[in-house]
């Protein structure tokens, strides 16, 4: 449904945009831009670029898809998400890696960023201002709190918790809650694990992997052996285990290459 305001201002008519979704005032949709079923867009959003929305999305005013200047580059949203007021999402070309992909079930808050080649799978959660760097990983089920700022090509696992304000060059491994000065994996993301119905078991084998790694800083393979000795190397703690073991096998921190820095 499109209302005739925003038809008068920018919406191209060569976009593909499903007659349920609902375009706002004063919109600027461009011509490469597929929108789907029962998505919202509140006035004032831009969307310009090879940019394909899904369904029943809300974007919400001010919010910027693409970038205004003639740069190739495309950008894939999935379905149900929401992004709120003044949320900029960068796009990626084919030879950069591909597009921009946000997952499914996704809430990205105020002002938040998206760099370049970021890739977010779903039901992650961004607090106003947080903001990734180009080529940045989410995992599903990360909580990003308000003013985090993720350097180029970090990786977030998946359940992690990122404290206010904090800044993130390395991996920040799944399940843990990153917080400090710098910031580091100070302990289990425990209310986030049991949100999602973690059991006791599984929370108390991730405890002892965190006390083994970060704590008492044994080498993987004799945390492995401990944890597996005394049957806690469950399915979660596997993959915290292959999370560390990428990231350590990596540059500076980080699982994927790090070269120079590069601007999100």
Known sequence: MLSDCALGVGVDSRA????????????VIGPDVHIGR?????????VVG???????NHIHSGVLIGSLSRRAGSAVIGDHNVLRE??????????????????????????????????LEDHIIMANAARL??????????????????????????HAFISLLSRIRRDAPPFMMIEGKPPR??????????????????????????????RDRLDLSRAFEVLQQAGLMLEPVGDLFDFVQAQRAGARGRALKSNDPLKG
Do not use: W
């Not at 593909?16 to 919109?27: N, V």
């Not at 030879?95 to 760099?115: V, Y």
């Open 50 to 56: 090879r940019v394909t929305i899904g369904e029943h």
């Open 185 to 214: 994996p100070r302990c289990v993301n425990l209310v986030g694990l049991k949100r999602q119905g973690f059991s006791g078991e599984a929370i108390r084998a991730l405890t002892k992997a965190h006390r083994l790694i970060y």
């Open 38 to 46: 029962g998505t919202r867009l509140e006035g004032h959003v831009t």
């Open 133 to 158: 760097a180009a080529e940045v990983r989410v995992g599903r089920h990360a909580f990003l709190s308000g003013g985090v700022l993720v350097e180029p090509r970090v990786s977030i696992g998946r």
């Open 16 to 27: 593909r945009i499903d007659p349920e979704a609902t375009i706002g005032p004063y919109c």
């Open 86 to 119: 003044a949320v900029t999402v960068r796009l990626n070309g084919a030879k950069q890696g591909g597009p921009t992909t946000i997952g499914d079930h996704n809430f990205l808050m105020a002002c938040t960023h998206i760099g370049r080649g970021c890739r």
